[in-house]
């Protein structure tokens, strides 16, 4: 049986993959205006690229903008991702900095999901998901890689790992070099929606990988980015045409 929990816009893990639309925003204004957009979309969840935001290391600044956040988008589930530059992100920080920055997301009460880089820091990455589950929020394990696609065994090696750290959801982005890549990446979620007990969630970036991003009916990845204005990473498309295909594939 499937690990899969409820959000305010369904239940995550099952039925249909869920899109989520991710705010990029370098100042709170443009944070904002980006969630009054995205509020108006069919978005189930909504990621804020903290590591985009100028201050998100001030604590004051970080609740304030969490809150304007959940204020605009209603009843959207909102993840709070740090993208460290290790992982093609913005952010570089000290680990015990960035811990404690997703610790105060997760404690805000505006906060739903928290991505944590599940290899980061990997002794520590169990009990750092625990803090977080224990503050109420659910946690997706992530680990990317923007240069090469890692063979099959190791890309559901990864994803295991994840569930055993105790994650809610195991994801990982991966860019592809080849077709057979795409393919690969396709394979391993497959594989790994069979053999794991919490949801996957996976992509392939770049244009070469759009399929995956469309295929989580098929694959089982149990949620899709897709873009509302600037897209947060290659391949990604924009909502409108998410939904086409979405509708199209649907299982319902
Ligand atoms: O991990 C992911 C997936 C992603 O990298 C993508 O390829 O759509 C986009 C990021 O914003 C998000 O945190």
């Given at each position: 049986m499937k690990r899969t929990f409820k959000l305010s816009t369904g239940v995550f893990g099952e039925g249909d993959p869920k899109i989520c639309a991710p705010i990029v925003g370098r100042t709170k204004e443009d944070i904002f205006k980006a969630a009054e957009v995205i509020a108006?979309?069919?978005?189930d969840v909504v990621e804020w690229?903290?590591?985009?935001?100028?201050?998100?290391?001030d604590r004051d600044e970080l609740l304030e903008v969490l809150q304007g956040i959940r204020g605009r988008i209603r009843e959207k589930a909102l993840l709070f991702t740090l993208r460290t530059v290790y992982e093609g992100g913005q952010l570089a920080v000290m680990k015990d900095t960035y811990y404690e920055l997703n610790e105060r997301a997760a404690r805000s009460?505006?906060?739903d999901l928290v991505d944590v880089?599940?290899?980061?820091?990997e002794e520590r990455t169990s009990e750092e998901i625990r803090k977080l589950q224990s503050a109420g929020v659910h946690v997706i394990a992530s680990f990317h890689n923007f240069d090469r696609t890692p063979d099959r065994e190791e890309l559901i090696r990864r994803l295991t790992r994840m569930q055993e750290m105790g994650a809610d959801v195991a994801k990982i982005a991966v860019m592809p070099q080849s077709r057979e890549d795409v393919m690969t990446l396709m394979e391993a979620t497959m594989e790994a929606d069979h053999s794991l007990d919490i949801p996957v969630v996976t992509m392939s970036m770049g244009r070469l990988g759009v399929l995956s991003r469309l295929a989580g009916t098929l694959t089982g990845s149990a949620m899709t980015f897709a873009s509302v204005?600037?897209?947060?990473?290659?391949g990604q498309i924009p909502i409108e045409q998410m939904r086409v295909f979405c509708q199209l594939l649907s299982m319902k």
């Amino acid at each position: 049986m499937k690990r899969t929990f409820k959000l305010s816009t369904g239940v995550f893990g099952e039925g249909d993959p869920k899109i989520c639309a991710p705010i990029v925003g370098r100042t709170k204004e443009d944070i904002f205006k980006a969630a009054e957009v995205i509020a108006k979309t069919e978005a189930d969840v909504v990621e804020w690229r903290g590591d985009w935001f100028d201050r998100v290391e001030d604590r004051d600044e970080l609740l304030e903008v969490l809150q304007g956040i959940r204020g605009r988008i209603r009843e959207k589930a909102l993840l709070f991702t740090l993208r460290t530059v290790y992982e093609g992100g913005q952010l570089a920080v000290m680990k015990d900095t960035y811990y404690e920055l997703n610790e105060r997301a997760a404690r805000s009460g505006y906060v739903d999901l928290v991505d944590v880089e599940a290899f980061r820091e990997e002794e520590r990455t169990s009990e750092e998901i625990r803090k977080l589950q224990s503050a109420g929020v659910h946690v997706i394990a992530s680990f990317h890689n923007f240069d090469r696609t890692p063979d099959r065994e190791e890309l559901i090696r990864r994803l295991t790992r994840m569930q055993e750290m105790g994650a809610d959801v195991a994801k990982i982005a991966v860019m592809p070099q080849s077709r057979e890549d795409v393919m690969t990446l396709m394979e391993a979620t497959m594989e790994a929606d069979h053999s794991l007990d919490i949801p996957v969630v996976t992509m392939s970036m770049g244009r070469l990988g759009v399929l995956s991003r469309l295929a989580g009916t098929l694959t089982g990845s149990a949620m899709t980015f897709a873009s509302v204005g600037e897209a947060s990473a290659p391949g990604q498309i924009p909502i409108e045409q998410m939904r086409v295909f979405c509708q199209l594939l649907s299982m319902k």
